[in-house]
């Protein structure tokens, strides 16, 4: 008889409400997702310089503005056919990684790991980094912030700007790197190692022993089963900076795996009439509405994902983990909250292959940069971001003005299986009218886990409102809107 | 409480950049914790809008407004804050001139959503849905309210009355950290002054300043797809459309640093009216011709004149009633 | 507004020994032209800031002239108006590349004694910006 709006969704970059609409029985008859953001740069690209296009698209997300400046950068060079020097790709490399273990820790650390590391049903007044303070201690917390700050001064002395960052050209980057330089990144590099290993150290003390947490991790509430798409490597390895893209299903069988020139054989985009974002399925099932199971295309990308799609993963600590993992949960893992077991796991991976490619001698080469000849018509370039997989695609004519460009980026593809997360844990978790802020905080908790970041999801629909719950009765009287402390 | 100044943060048509260039205070940012009251900052901290609703009149110290003006939910936001805050100030570009996102303004609302929700190649969309712009949707026999998408994104001032601005696509740490200390200062400047950054230009602290000639002349623009630029000369010098002459400093030449050209996002010096305007008087007096043909020629290599000097600041062009003129 | 009754305003920046001139001497001739059409004497087409153009754009004008001694040797200025050339032109392509009609901005060399030309292009501009109709002010709120 209710309806409920939390409102705004906090700790997620971008803008979003959860309905929930309640029946006669004070039951919870269906959760919506709702995300109010449209900026439309599928249409203001067009006209653009296409080499401005990886620091425009950057701006789509400012919390994963290198995912965006590397796969624009990478359809660059598709575009005009110039693969980048050794050097090149690796130093982007280098700082695809550096971007991908800084952005994971704050959501470790900031964004959803207050839930647990402070818990899930405490106040709102500790969830967040005051929380975290007191729980972990005021030194351990700088470690991490400092710890970030290291790696993103790195990026921003190889990119240019660690927010949107500039070194990304056709064929290569704008700036090498020299042996000073290096020390320093080295050091860092050693640091990080460390640094990851002390995650993974804290997740298992904090959540991994215990039973409670690990209880919620695999309740039915926080469980779907879909499909799963990720990069992997010609080994089948999980890898952010380049590969074919793998879909497995919820069996974990492969299902397909292609080259981002196929991308649109594989991916649609469904409408709905309530929301700006889009709903990416896997095109050959059709669009089943949210549902999961075999039948239905809804697919799952990020973590948790990459993890499911990987048959193992190329950096010997990172495998251990990795294994460990499976052991616990089996494979494919289904649970959502595992992605942030799954988010840490992957620190791992990127701290080893930090450390091989700065003790890799192409690194210092000064030979960065190819330069194109061909005439452009037509590019596509895809890399995981921290949230998934993300692909870039241009038309342009043939002075390399953009005619037209289709983005599928990566929150927007959970936004499916966000959706039904939210709408099971809700089902679970308000029962007989019994709502308060605890449970509440562990609907958003569904939600949180995928990281989600809405100036991404809605790049076409522009940054806006975080989030609300709101309660309605099935005559869609509005009945209350819950306020976070009831 | 206490009587600790209360501080709002808020996001609009944001990218977050804007919100993360705050966590990347860092250390300081525990700091300035310590020194102030949070009381509202959703990508960070589990209080909502009801929360703000709630607040007196004028008892937010001072609100930081990141992102565009984009939806009409922004717009109501917006006003909110303004009545609950003492200071509102105007965070990034986007909320100063409108940023990136600003150059849709280029297109209509129209042609925006056509294109995201009709015809890009990937949609699947049979029945044409668009989403709701008449204030609401339903889901079942429930209405909620839609925000509808604006005709046109506009920077924080166009909605609001904005006391200060801070520039940058996203502002630097010690940009946001000086104009904090500005802020908790007491001494306030006049309304309406651009805090944090330089009052002189780029090139003022860019370090190839001194291999930039007195006067820039050069025989064409080049561009980074097929140039690769030298680190040891001025960029402008060397041909690419560097805009550091006209933009405001601040950022300590960043861009430069990486050898690629600045692109404005520290926005218009003082006493500038329309940043475009201004880039493109300077870019086209050091083209290096007498003759109209020679001109024309190489003017027209450049692939896009509006995206290369209007990239942060459409919204707040002069140009406005000329765009609106001819919007589809 | 109605565009029955539209009558298109017109802004002219006008440097001082040619345009201004020629100017002077329809005036002085007797030359009709027409009322709506506002003149700004500038000392040299060099001095017109791009800026100016926009301030007038905003502020009303339906169309705006530049006008400036011949290229490329009449300018007193040596080469004002082989910076106005410049300017102008990148302006021009910017309006193009925003689909802004091209009617709406014109740069003229005028001599001072080219008053029959001056009326010709005031003339040509009025009955093309009456055809275009007047600008939009306000965003359109559907
Ligand atoms: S100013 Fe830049 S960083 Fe800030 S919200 Fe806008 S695009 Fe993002
Ligand atoms: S024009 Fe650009 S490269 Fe040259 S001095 Fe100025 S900022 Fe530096
Ligand atoms: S160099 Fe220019 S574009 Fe780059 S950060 Fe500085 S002001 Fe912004
Ligand atoms: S004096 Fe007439 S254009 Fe320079």
Known sequence: ?486 | ?328 | MSTNNYEPRIVVFACNWCSYAAIDLAGTSRKLYPPNVRVIRVMCSGRVDPQFVLEAFKNGADGVIVAGCRPPSDCHYINGNIKALRRFTLFKRLLEELGIEKERFRLEWISAAEADKWVRVVNEMLEELRRLGPLKAEAVSV
């Open chain 1, 1 to 486: 008889m209710k309806e409920i709006i939390i409102d705004p969704i906090t700790r997620l970059e971008g803008h979003g409400k959860i309905i929930i609409v309640m029946n006669d029985e004070g039951n919870v008859e269906r959760a919506y997702l709702h995300i109010p953001e449209l900026r439309g740069f599928e249409k203001f690209a067009e006209g653009r310089a296409v080499e401005d296009m990886p620091q425009i698209t950057s701006r789509i997300c400012g919390v994963c503005p290198m995912a965006h400046h590397m796969a624009s950068t990478k359809t660059l060079d598709d575009l005009y056919k110039c693969k980048p020097t050794i050097t090149a790709r690796k130093i982007r490399e280098l700082m695809y990684n550096i971007f991908m273990l800084e952005d994971h820790a704050l959501h470790v650390y900031l964004l959803g790991g207050p839930d647990f590391i402070v818990g899930p049903t405490s106040s709102k007044e500790e969830r967040n980094i005051i929380g975290i303070i007191n729980k972990v201690g005021k030194e351990n917390v700088l470690k991490v912030i400092s710890m970030r700050k290291k790696l993103r001064e790195i990026n921003l002395m190889l990119g240019g700007k660690t927010i949107h960052p500039v070194s990304g050209v056709p064929g290569g980057v704008s700036r090498p790197i020299n042996s000073d330089e290096l020390e320093k990144i080295k050091q860092v590099a050693n640091e990080s190692i460390e640094f990851a290993r002390f995650t993974l150290k804290l997740f298992k003390d904090i959540v991994l022993s215990n039973d409670q947490y690990l209880n919620l991790i695999t309740s039915e509430a926080y469980t779907h089963r879909t499909y799963y798409m990720g990069l992997v490597d010609e080994k089948n390895r999980l890898n952010f900076y380049d590969g074919k893209i793998r879909v497995v299903d919820p069996r974990g069988n492969e299902y397909a795996k292609f080259d981002v020139h196929q991308y649109a054989e594989y991916i649609a985009e469904h409408v709905e009439p309530w929301t700006y974002i889009k709903f990416p399925f896997l095109k050959n099932f059709g669009w089943k509405g949210f549902v999961d199971g075999e039948d239905s295309g809804i697919y799952s990308v990020a973590p948790l994902a990459r993890l499911n799609v990987s048959d193992s993963l190329p950096t010997h600590e990172a495998q251990t983990a990795f294994e460990e993992m499976i052991s616990m949960l089996g494979k494919p893992i289904h649970h959502t909250l595992a992605n942030h077991w799954a988010r840490v796991v992957e620190m791992i991976y990127s701290a080893e292959r930090i450390q091989e490619l700065v003790n890799d001698p192409d690194i210092l080469d000064s030979n960065i940069r190819n330069i194109p000849t061909s005439v452009p018509s037509e590019g596509m370039g895809v890399v995981e971001a921290p949230r998934g997989t993300l692909i870039h695609h241009y038309i342009t004519d043939e002075r390399g003005v953009v005619k037209q460009a289709n983005l599928i980026v990566a929150t927007q593809n959970n936004a499916a299986r966000i959706a039904l997360s939210i709408d099971k844990a809700a089902k679970h978790l308000i029962r007989q009218g019994q709502v308060n802020e605890g449970l509440l905080n562990m609907v958003e908790m569904a939600f949180r886990a995928y990281d989600p970041c809405h100036a991404c999801g809605t790049h076409t629909l522009p940054g806006n409102m975080p989030f609300a719950m709101y309660i309605y009765d099935t005559n869609g009287k509005l009945l209350n809107i819950v306020k976070h402390n009831l």
């Open chain 2, 1 to 328: 409480m206490n009587n600790r100044p209360k501080v709002a943060f808020y996001w609009c048509a944001s990218c977050g950049g804007c919100e993360e260039a705050v966590v990347d205070l860092a250390e300081k940012i525990i700091d300035v914790v310590s020194l102030v009251d949070i009381v509202f900052w959703p990508v960070a901290m589990d209080y909502k809008l009801s929360d703000v609703e709630a607040l007196p009149d004028n008892s937010i110290t001072v609100s930081f407004i990141n992102g565009g003006i984009r939806l009409s939910e922004h717009e109501k936001v917006v006003r909110l804050l303004r009545q609950k805050s003492k200071l509102v100030v105007a965070y990034g570009a986007c909320a100063c001139w409108g940023g990136i996102p600003g150059l849709a303004n280029q297109y209509s609302r129209e042609e925006i959503l056509e294109r995201v929700y009709l015809t890009t190649p990937t949609t699947a969309n049979p029945e044409k849905i668009m989403p709701p712009q008449d204030g609401y949707a339903k889901l079942g026999d429930v209405k909620i309210e839609v925000p509808t998408f604006l005709p046109e994104l506009k920077p924080l001032d166009e909605v609001i009355d904005v006391d200060y601005y801070i520039p940058g696509c996203p502002p630097t740490p010690e940009v946001t950290w000086n104009a904090i200390n500005v802020l908790l200062s007491g001494k306030l400047p006049d309304k309406g002054t651009v805090i944090g950054a330089s009052n002189r230009s780029l090139c003022d602290e860019c370090p190839l300043n001194k291999t930039k000639p007195e006067n820039v002349l050069i025989k064409e623009f080049k561009r980074v797809v097929n140039y690769s630029p030298r680190a040891d000369t001025c960029l402008l010098a060397q041909g690419l459309p560097c805009l550091g002459p006209v933009t405001r400093g601040g950022c300590g030449a960043l861009c430069v640093k990486a050898n690629m050209p600045c692109t404005g996002c520290f926005g218009p010096l003082e006493n500038i009216h329309d940043y475009g305007g201004k880039a493109l008087s300077f870019l086209a007096s050091i083209l290096d011709y007498e003759n109209e043909e020679e001109i024309k020629r190489e003017i027209s290599k450049l692939p896009d004149v509006s995206g290369l000097i209007y990239k942060y600041t459409l919204p707040k062009s002069l140009l406005k009633n000329l765009l609106r003129s001819v919007r589809k």
